[in-house]
Nanobody, 117 residues
């Protein structure tokens, strides 16, 4: 059974930084991509940052230059370093891994990030 456990969420003042982490456990033959999504109340989940197995990254436009995704393949962890945080970055962030030939997605339970002014 694949499990994703996020950590590192919390509260930070606008302009500050926060790092959230995700550890993947369970039987996985190959991880195609690891990433972070966000979901605000009443809205659809949307991609924030993604890194594929080759190390290529992609970011949603409004976090470029402020957020950095990194992964450790040996430890099967993926982190999101968030700098220059804004109040609109407040929401729940979800870790996601895409595995196998069929691109099956697994999700964590989410970690809340609150940015206050």
């Amino acid at each position: 059974q694949v499990q994703l456990v996020e950590s590192g969420g919390g509260s930070v003042q606008a302009g500050g930084s926060l790092r959230i982490s995700c550890e993947v456990s369970g039987s996985i033959l190959s991880i195609n991509a690891m990433g972070w999504y966000r979901q605000a109340p009443g809205k659809q989940r949307e991609l924030v940052a993604l890194m594929n197995s080759g190390g290529s990254t992609g970011y949603v436009e409004y976090v470029k230059g402020r957020f950095t995704i990194s992964r450790n393949n040996a430890k099967r962890t993926v982190d999101l370093q968030m700098n220059s945080l804004k109040t609109k970055n407040t929401t729940v962030y979800y870790c996601c891994v895409i595995v196998g030939n069929y691109g099956t997605a697994y999700w964590g339970r989410g970690t809340l990030v609150t940015v206050f002014s």
